[in-house]
């Protein structure tokens, strides 16, 4: 399975409990690379537009495009 593929069945497999991530979420799916290589992943996925970006102004989370209700809420549709 290519390694974005797991981040995306990660993602749809909590999606009914939540829909952001802390980037560590996303790095203990992957304990056999470096967190620089994680995050080009996930910001491959972002500019592929499947991940999208949320900040609470101190913290930035990761969860799957149009997913949740922040994003609806802010429309971001």
């Known amino acids: 399975m ?3 593929d797991v981040i995306i069945d990660f993602l749809k497999s909590k ?3 939540k829909s952001k991530f802390y980037f560590k979420d996303f790095t203990d799916l992957f304990p056999d690379k470096g967190p620089r290589e994680v995050k080009k992943l996930l910001t491959q996925l972002v500019n592929e537009e499947v991940l999208e970006f949320w900040s609470s102004g101190s913290t930035t ?5 149009g997913a949740g209700k922040q994003s609806h809420a802010e429309g971001e549709d």
């Open 2 to 4: 290519a390694d974005k």
């Open 15 to 17: 999606s009914a409990a």
């Open 61 to 65: 989370m990761y969860g799957l495009k």
